[in-house]
T-cell receptor, first 112, second 113 residues
């Protein structure tokens, strides 16, 4: 059974500092890995999707890497801003069926 | 605007009173899914549908029913709600059955007394 872990559960940084969020998964037979952002009381917004054949994806200040063999992904957010404060979730998709298995999330607070 | 909508957004009900949470998407997506989010347990899939009239169980289907009569709609039915179904529910959709970004609705917060 696939298990996804995100450490730390919470993170607080001063504005301008780079954020590094970690995600690990137990079964390397994944189809893809996705990073989501969740704001309090709201739904999930997809940030990046990395296919299993890719090593990384970038979007603006966000960069996500994937090391399937070691079962790890890292989300980097450069030059953090207070607006980056949210919970970040990673999820892996099985080889078929589009079932997503989610990690518990990392709650990020960026202090002005 | 491309979106997934859910109704109601908030609901307080009593044990045993049947309820339906609606989900609709306007992106012509084939795949739709329901998740519940609970503190300490994260997001878990309840049911999913790969296309019209095709549904299947996720990780926690007990106590729930779904139907997919039309491509755009995927209602979640609680025939006899119980307090352990108090949770935050999310509907999601994606263009195909795998390999695509999932788009999530805003969530429905349900309290069963």
């Amino acid at each position: 059974k696939q298990e996804v872990t995100q450490i730390p559960a919470a993170l607080s940084v001063p504005e301008g500092e780079n954020l590094v969020l970690n995600c690990s998964f137990t079964d390397s037979a994944i189809y893809n890995l996705q990073w989501f952002r969740q704001d309090p009381g709201k739904g999930l917004t997809s940030l990046l999707l990395i296919q299993s054949s890719q090593r990384e994806q970038t979007s603006g200040r966000l960069n996500a890497s994937l090391d399937k063999s070691s079962g790890r992904s890292t989300l980097y957010i450069a030059a953090s801003q207070p607006g980056d404060s949210a919970t970040y979730l990673c999820a892996v998709e099985k080889a078929a069926g589009n079932k997503l298995t989610f990690g518990g999330g990392t709650r990020v607070l960026v202090k002005p | 605007e491309a979106q997934v909508t859910q109704n109601p957004r908030y609901l307080i009900t009593v044990t045993g009173k049947k309820l339906t949470v609606t989900c609709s998407q306007n992106m012509n997506h084939e795949y739709m899914s329901w998740y519940r989010q609970d503190p300490g347990l994260g997001l878990r899939q309840i049911y999913y549908s790969m296309n019209v009239e095709v549904t299947d169980k996720g990780d926690v289907p007990e106590g729930y029913k779904v139907s997919r009569k039309e491509k755009r709609n995927f209602p979640l039915i609680l025939e006899s709600p119980s307090p352990n179904q108090t949770s935050l529910y999310f509907c999601a959709s994606s263009p195909r059955s795998s390999g695509e970004t999932q788009y999530f609705g805003p969530g429905t917060r349900l309290l069963v007394l």
